[in-house]
């Protein structure tokens, strides 16, 4: 007997028992991290023939490597013989992957170069390389793949919306790309993973969690998600597919907010937006800076971070990010990129740390609820909030005041579509 | 060869340090920095350039004010309360002297208790290094780099002075 997840995710609330359930867990590794489209990391990482990074995707453990100067592989890190990993480090730079129990050696694209005293085989060599995703994809750099290429083209899954978003962040840069290579920063949570997405595009929450930030010192956050009426422009956005914004950019009070610059200090920079895109475009893009959005399952926007949702057990995770550098500016402009990363994200940051926190008293609050009291109405969360409010453009797009749950439940909605599609 | 009475000065100092640390003194602790004060805990080792790396904490002067400011605030949700916390330091070197500064290396190990949240007790094995200048005759700390064990896989929340 499954779950009926159709019974424990309803349009205006959830089941708690989802979040700490290991049998949902082990479902969601399935059909979400397997059998559809997860974010990997960025070609950014791996610039030379032969460098790699691993990466948990779900419970898998992958490597993503540069096979040749235009192939991005993603392998699972896992020797085809008998399981043993190949990589244990974050990175590194190899000509070929060796295991470290019976010497097989494995090319950069996963298929078996050398197997000690072959004679032992009858099997042909090309059936023993390692298990690679089945589907990849890449857009501006940003690698995803489909475990077992059931899943449909990306183009699906990401929908116009989700394009839109990366090339949004990625056209702030002057040359239009953007480098992700300066390391990732884990942030070890007790809590479900699931508890991520719907924080990192929670509007609601900002100014209670984060008030003794925003108590402390200035931040463009005050104008757009703390008080006052310009929050009141601040958009909470349902894409579909479960990819779901926070919009700022009807509340940002001056260009460059999101950078917490003036625009005298970036002057070359404003001017290389204006000359590759004019006046008009750039003028608009200082304006509107970049997206803070999730892209289902495991993708955040942060603005100038980027980080990456990892499940670990149905009640840790990890939140690991990078700080997003721009190509074509001064050293100082993407030091400072670094600065405010450290100060927004992860465990020591002003800012995300109270999120852990608030995770992990959801974690505690929860981890007793069960299943079979859905029907006994107990152990419920609401996640109803400006259900009557909500506006649906002609895209087919929901949106709201930034403070309600729209996001929320455009993250549980594609949730239950996963859950539920007949395999 | 450092004096005995250099060695002392050096210990008293970083004990101190400790001790306003572990116990929330915010303002005494503060009090111990100099006006260029920079503290690092890297997500690796302490190497290169700290201004070229992704850190986990990399405060200027100004930050570590901010810092401490939002520890008082009474709202920082992830010292709320303040976690009970007692650290042991230990193989205290004093690598280096100059004219008006002291370079410091020492061992520590933290115990924290993450009352916020799980109440699990957290240990936070590493080695802190200091720079310590004389002003108006007594010793303040310039930098506290600190490289934790740990540093490569990832962190539980880091809201407390380390």
Redo the contacts between chains.
Sequence with gaps: MGINYGQLVRGDRIHASLLHDPEAFADEMERIFVNGWVFVGHESEIKEHGDWVTRQLGTESVIMVRESDESVKVLANRCSHRGTALCWE?RGNNSFFQCTYHNWRFGLDGSVRAIPFPDGYDTPKEDLGLDAAKRLETHRGFVFVNLDGSAGPLADHLGAAGYELIDRLCDLSPTGEIDLS??W??????SNWKLWPESDSDGYHVGF?H???S???DTYYDEVAVGGDAVRRSRAVDYGNGHIELDWRPSYQRQLAWLGITRDKVESYCEALTERDGTESAEQMLWDGPPHAFLFPNLFLGELVIAIVEPVGPGEM?H?H??VQFEGVSEDFN?RL??Q???AV???S?IT??D???A??IQ?GISGTQRSWADQDRGWIDLSRGLHREQIDETGARSSDASDETTNRGFWHRYLEIMTEQV | MTSLQLKAEVEDFLYREARLADEFQLDEWEALLTDDFHYW?P??RLEGDP????????DNRA?VA??I??LK??????QLPFSPMRRMISNIEVVDQGDDTISVKANFVIYEI?A???GELRIWPGQAQYRLRRVDGSLRMSSKWVELVTA????????FLI
Excluded: C, W
């Design positions: 974050q300066k390391g920063i884990a942030h070890r949570v007790q969690v008030a003794s930030m108590e402390t010192t990890i690991r990078t700080s030091r670094l600065r990363t450290e100060a992860g465990p020591a002003f740390s109270d852990a926190i608030t992990e008293r505690a | 805990v997500a690796g201004s070229e790396q992704l850190a986990y904490l990399n930050r901010t810092r400011r939002q605030t009474g709202k920082r949700l992830s993450a916020q949240s799980t490569e896989l990832g962190q539980r929340n880091l809201t």
